[in-house]
């Protein structure tokens, strides 16, 4: 399933004027592509993923999933697409201390009206698929920083979406935690046939990519593609 934003523009209240988060911007994500987004902080990349995500509504332009414009929707509607079809990986894990690693997956699934047993099921299905099947039972401080990231990931991906947005993934990790948090989202987005985007700081893992968006001052522009 492709996501496509197509000439999005965001300005935000400044003073008695606009400031502009995203000028015209254009990002295509196709299945099984991983899409970098790098750029300066404050350059827009963290807008971009907000309106990926429907989570706020551009003043124009579209942002296509599988050729339905979703900023057309109505709010309760967008609500539906992101629990259905978009999985939302944040940048601060927001793992409950009181919950193990399993939990912290069906906890989701329960607020969202899913199966015990089923919930449960794939749970145990995704640890194991970010490598976490024997820290299952573990709670938030009993697992290292880069593991504590694959059960946010895991998290993300418990509605089965189509499209995977994840804000800076290896932002508190060391170089080695880092890469190997990328590698593991290269083969998530490949495995699944995800339209991954990802936005990051880090430039040392753009290997990982099939295509870089660089992002500088609201105006992007691709660096590299596949």
């Known amino acids: 399933m492709t996501m496509h934003l197509n000439d999005v523009t965001l300005t935000y209240p400044d003073g008695d004027g606009r400031l502009t988060a995203l000028d015209h911007v254009t990002v295509h994500a196709e299945p099984g592509a991983l899409t970098a987004v790098v750029g300066p ?7 971009l993923l907000a309106v990926a995500a429907t989570l706020i ?14 900023v057309g929707l109505s ?14 990986v944040f940048q601060s894990a927001n793992l409950l201390a009181s919950l193990t690693a399993l939990e ?13 047993t089923a919930a449960g099921e794939r749970a145990a299905e995704l640890l194991d ?18 593991q504590r990231q694959r059960v946010t990931i ?5 509605n089965d979406p189509s499209v995977l947005l994840v804000d800076e993934p290896t932002s508190a990790l060391d170089t080695e935690r ?3 948090i990328l590698d593991l989202l290269r083969r998530l987005t490949t495995e699944r046939d995800l339209a991954t985007i990802v936005v990051t700081h880090d430039r040392d893992h753009l290997a990982h990519a099939d295509q870089v968006v660089e992002i500088t001052d609201g105006r992007a522009r691709v660096l590299a593609a596949a």
């Open 57 to 70: 509504t551009p003043d124009s332009g579209q942002v296509l999933l599988d050729g339905t414009d979703l």
């Open 154 to 158: 895991a998290r993300g991906l418990m």
């Open 104 to 116: 912290q997956l069906t906890v989701m699934a329960h607020l969202a009206g899913g199966v015990t």
């Open 75 to 88: 709010r309760a509607q967008r609500t539906s697409v992101r629990r259905k079809r978009i999985g939302i």
């Open 129 to 146: 698929a970010v490598g976490l099947a024997a820290r299952a039972d573990r709670r938030p401080h009993q697992l290292s920083g880069g």
């Open 41 to 47: 902080s404050g350059s827009g990349k963290s807008s």
């Open 178 to 180: 880092g890469a190997a």
